[in-house]
């Protein structure tokens, strides 16, 4: 098998996912990083024209693919055959796509606003608080999920709760013990 070319950048979260599922299933993948400043310049909108990271090329399939929900459920489908991280049996594969979608819409977006209001020279600070409380909302959906189980699908670990943010489960118990799992 060829190695599938992750661009990706050191801090960005997204990329990270991808990267975890690669390695998860032993998958070989080189990364090239992108920094922030050239997302939006050729030649990397000519492979994702939205000027974001990650997107992923995989030569063994002919395939060039970006956002990370979509990335993550094309691995899975093309190189989890066994259902390492995935399930075939309903209802858990449609949790897994339930707890992946909270993610990526529900989730993802309020870290990546915070961070963007927290890096500008002015402060913002009704921005910072409303997106502050917003993962805080988030958090304690996955904290109250997981208080009583270790996973939030299944009995093992899978693709959809890898990512919200190890930094934040010190402050919720449920999560805390999920993380360190």
């Known amino acids: 098998m060829q190695p599938i070319t992750l661009y990706s950048h050191p801090i960005g979260p997204n990329p990270w996912k991808v990267a975890i599922i690669l390695s998860a299933l032993r998958i070989p993948y080189e990364t090239i990083m992108v920094d922030f400043t050239e997302v939006k310049k050729e030649p990397y909108v000519s492979l994702c024209p939205n000027g974001r990271l990650p997107t992923i090329v995989d030569p063994n399939k002919n395939m060039t693919l970006w956002e990370s929900g979509a990335i993550v459920n094309y691995l899975i489908e093309t190189y989890d055959p066994s259902h390492q991280l995935s399930y075939d049996t309903s209802p858990e594969r449609h949790q897994l796509q339930q707890w992946l979608h909270f993610q990526v819409s529900g989730q993802g977006p309020y870290y990546g606003q915070l961070g963007w209001f927290r890096r500008q020279p002015e402060q913002v600070a009704q921005a910072i608080e409303r997106y502050m409380a917003e993962i ?46």
Request: charged content about 25%; glycine content about 6%; hydrophobic content about 40%.
């Open 136 to 181: 805080r909302r988030v958090m304690s959906v996955l904290d109250r999920v997981l208080t009583d189980r270790e996973w939030l699908v299944g009995a093992r670990m899978q693709t959809s709760p890898l990512f919200p943010g190890r930094i934040w489960c010190r402050w919720w118990s449920g999560t805390s013990a999920w993380c360190r799992n």
